[in-house]
């Protein structure tokens, strides 16, 4: 089995099996079971760097408090990559600051490290990316090196308005994974509004209804960590009252 993981020939492997001794056969398993560790790690590694992520995120330590999952859903199936393997998809939905990038960032390079291929943009960063393609007319050779991916994140989702082509590229994307891969949306965006962040209602309600199908939404509330932080390192020390 090792030996076919590995792409080994038919002739090595009738050659072990016929002139290898029982010695040889354990040296070479130990070998195998070595070097098919060491591939597993490169690839692992490979695919955190082709990932993208801005930051290096984990769940270790991450606060829940501010998320409210649906009940079909638990952490432990958040961890275990259960939905990506589903072909599921994760809508973030909350505030700014909420932990939402976050947890979809950690979410990913648990992905990775599970040997899952995985993709992370801003919308944004996304449109730019296919639409320079589309003007260079490389847009289908950009489309299949993306949608490689079993796992792709697309975060801050109607952050920022999208003209009617951006949104045709964005709405190609949703399409063309649907039931084919898994996506975690990250937005602050209700799915009423959509319409007029991707230029036509239609359009949107069809991104909408091929999200939801297969999918989840995760609520995120209270207030934005990154504010409540910057404010604490904003307060004075209290004055230490002069010794008598």
């Given at each position: 089995m090792l030996l076919r993981r590995l792409a080994f020939s038919q002739t090595a492997l009738h050659l072990c099996a016929e002139e290898g001794s029982a010695a040889q056969e354990e040296f070479l398993l130990r070998v195998l079971k070595s070097?098919?560790?060491?591939?597993?790690?490169?690839?692992?590694?490979?695919?955190?760097?082709?990932a993208?992520?801005?930051?290096?995120?984990?769940?270790?330590g991450y606060e829940y408090?501010?998320?409210?999952?649906?009940?079909?859903?638990?952490?432990?199936?958040?961890?275990?990559?259960?939905?990506?393997?589903?072909?599921?998809?994760?809508v973030l939905y909350g505030p700014v600051g909420t932990g939402k990038t976050h947890l979809a960032t950690a979410l990913g390079v648990l992905a990775c490290e599970q040997g899952i291929r995985?993709?992370?943009?801003?919308?944004?960063?996304?449109?730019?990316?296919?639409?320079?393609?589309?003007?260079?007319?490389?847009?289908e050779k950009t489309?299949?090196?993306?949608?490689?991916?079993?796992?792709?994140?697309?975060?801050?989702?109607?952050?920022?308005?999208?003209?009617?082509?951006?949104?045709?590229?964005?709405?190609?994307?949703?399409?063309?994974?649907?039931?084919?891969r898994s996506l975690i949306i990250t937005t602050n965006m209700e799915f009423s509004k959509w319409g007029s962040i991707f230029t036509d209602d239609q359009m949107a309600a069809a991104m909408i209804d091929r999200l939801a199908h297969h999918g989840h939404i995760l609520l995120f509330e209270g207030e934005s960590y990154r504010m409540k932080h910057a404010l604490m390192r904003q307060r004075q020390p209290e004055k230490i009252p002069a010794a008598s």
């Amino acid at each position: 089995m090792l030996l076919r993981r590995l792409a080994f020939s038919q002739t090595a492997l009738h050659l072990c099996a016929e002139e290898g001794s029982a010695a040889q056969e354990e040296f070479l398993l130990r070998v195998l079971k070595s070097e098919a560790a060491n591939r597993e790690e490169v690839r692992k590694a490979r695919y955190l760097r082709e990932a993208g992520f801005p930051v290096y995120k984990t769940l270790a330590g991450y606060e829940y408090q501010n998320l409210r999952l649906p009940p079909n859903l638990s952490r432990a199936d958040l961890a275990g990559g259960a939905f990506i393997k589903d072909k599921k998809n994760l809508v973030l939905y909350g505030p700014v600051g909420t932990g939402k990038t976050h947890l979809a960032t950690a979410l990913g390079v648990l992905a990775c490290e599970q040997g899952i291929r995985t993709r992370f943009f801003t919308a944004a960063q996304l449109v730019v990316r296919l639409s320079e393609a589309y003007a260079g007319g490389t847009l289908e050779k950009t489309l299949a090196m993306i949608l490689k991916a079993e796992l792709l994140i697309l975060d801050e989702w109607g952050y920022v308005p999208i003209d009617k082509h951006g949104a045709q590229l964005l709405f190609r994307i949703i399409s063309d994974s649907y039931e084919r891969r898994s996506l975690i949306i990250t937005t602050n965006m209700e799915f009423s509004k959509w319409g007029s962040i991707f230029t036509d209602d239609q359009m949107a309600a069809a991104m909408i209804d091929r999200l939801a199908h297969h999918g989840h939404i995760l609520l995120f509330e209270g207030e934005s960590y990154r504010m409540k932080h910057a404010l604490m390192r904003q307060r004075q020390p209290e004055k230490i009252p002069a010794a008598s």
